[in-house]
């Protein structure tokens, strides 16, 4: 098989486990709280961990595989991501769940960019589309097939399972690497280490505070006390990164203005839609009282309309630009969101898939004019430090959605005086996520309306925008 088929294929047994993982296990929450006697909502912190983990250890990958090789790197992070995956299996609390958790995103921090770095290295450029599309579909199918899966298995079977299948493909995975993957040593830079013990350290303080606000796992105060040590040593490294030479994470990216108002709307954006994998499966299972196979065959359906959309997102940049996508699609993404409170165990299930497979076309929109026009100002000697504070700061916001949304959720419930499961708790959760999503609207008005022309095929390079029906122009 040629290189630009067969080595996307081999990347793509770690992005498959790894997002078939994620959506699986949310469908499979209820049932996990039951097993390991905690309250379902106490559960955000198996999620969180695993996003806080990829925040911490991306913006290292491309070090790590430039100073052992990218063959080694990506089978040492599959294996890796698979002793997280038997720790989860194995787990008898919710500590040992949450730990096992940080340790699967410990090594899909590495999997996926370093088989994306395999590709950029190994692939030449003429190729380079068609090797990425062969990775693209595992991405897409993923989210598809998680749900699924995941409801199937705790339905008829365990939830522990779930982590125990991802062992075979990655097992594959490694085989795979190790016969085809080239070394692919790069130029080593010095590493800032300083930096990265920073950022990791008030990453992981602040994030485990904020998840644990309240009665899950330590006091309040004590949770408190994580997130003022997190903040003020995040305050330490922006210090350190204007100082050093080398940073980690070049923070001087935030100066261009399209990656700025792009890294700042998305994360607004991303911070509600990151509560959907967590609220929406405990509102179906708890509120409807759906089993986890027909909670499932519910939420993979946005999976499914973000698919669809992938076929149209270039050409509806084309035709509108990136500002006024952005702008009136964060509006309809956001107000979707909200309608998901409205359902109620009587609401049709053709309309909820309804509803859900049109918020996915959105979502997706969304996601892929954001992850475009944040790049549009970067030049290439920067672009890995654009990338990695990109996903960095993209696993945070979603992190932080499953912990705005649990906390959303249970302040409900104090205040209705009814059960954490209860619909109306679902409607105020809904509706607080949403708007945090829609407030992602003020900083996206702010681009400017040419923002990223070049990008959308709205104009040739260094040329005047070519829709028919152009923008106004600053000034004019």
């Avoid at 698979?82 to 989860?88: A, M, Y």
């Amino acid at each position: 098989m040629k290189p630009e088929r067969l080595l996307p294929l081999i990347v793509a047994t770690a992005l498959f486990i790894e997002n078939m993982d994620s959506t699986a296990i949310a469908t499979s929450l209820p049932a996990m709280a039951a097993d390991l006697a905690v309250e379902p909502v106490e559960l955000k912190m198996a999620l969180t961990a695993y996003l806080l983990a990829l925040a911490v250890f991306i913006p290292v990958s491309g070090w790590v595989a430039d100073r052992f090789g990218a063959r080694p790197t990506f089978m040492s992070a599959i294996g890796v991501f698979l002793l997280g995956s038997l720790g989860c299996a194995v787990s008898t609390s919710l500590e040992w769940l949450v730990l096992a958790r940080f340790i699967q995103g410990m090594g899909g921090a590495m999997m996926v960019p370093v088989g994306r770095l395999v590709l950029l290295r190994s692939v030449a450029k003429a190729d380079l589309v068609r090797a990425l599309s062969w990775l693209t579909i595992p991405a897409l199918l993923g989210p598809i097939l998680g749900p699924l899966l995941g409801g199937l298995i705790t339905t008829y079977s365990h939830w522990r399972f779930i982590f125990l299948i991802n062992l075979p493909i990655g097992a594959l995975g490694i085989w795979l690497a190790w016969k085809y993957i080239p070394l692919l040593k790069g130029e080593v830079k010095p590493l800032d280490w300083t930096g990265f013990v920073l950022s990791g350290a008030g990453l992981a303080l602040s994030m485990f505070g904020l998840a644990t606000l309240g009665r899950h796992m330590v006091g309040t105060w004590t949770a408190v006390a994580c997130v003022a040590a997190g903040v003020a040593i995040l305050a330490a490294y922006v210090r350190h990164a204007r100082r050093y030479r080398h940073p980690l994470i070049d923070l001087g990216l935030l100066k261009l203005p399209t990656y700025r108002i792009g890294v700042i709307g998305g994360s607004l954006f991303r911070i509600g839609i990151g509560a959907i994998p967590f609220l929406l499966p405990l509102m179906l299972q708890l509120g409807f009282g759906l089993n986890p196979l027909q909670s499932g065959a519910v939420t993979f359906t946005s999976a499914a309309g973000a698919m669809f959309m992938k076929t149209l997102a270039a050409r509806i940049l084309k035709r509108f630009g990136f500002r006024r996508v952005l702008v009136f699609n964060a509006v309809a993404a956001s107000l979707m969101l909200c309608t998901y409170g409205l359902f109620r165990p009587g609401t049709p299930y053709l309309l909820m898939v309804a509803i859900l497979l049109v918020s996915g076309c959105f979502r997706s929109l969304q996601f892929t004019s954001l992850n475009a026009i944040i790049y549009s100002e970067v030049d290439q000697a920067r672009m890995g430090q654009a990338t990695s504070l990109a996903a960095m700061i993209q696993q945070v916001s979603l992190a932080l959605g499953v912990t705005v949304g649990g906390h959303a959720l249970s302040l409900a419930s104090l205040a209705t005086g009814q059960a954490t499961g209860a619909p109306i708790n679902f409607t105020f959760a809904f509706l607080t996520i949403g708007l945090i999503s829609a407030s992602s609207v003020y900083t996206m008005s702010k681009l400017a309306p040419d923002a990223g022309a070049e990008m959308a095929g709205r104009a040739q390079p260094g040329g005047e925008i070519t829709d028919p029906k152009p923008m106004a122009r600053p000034g004019t």
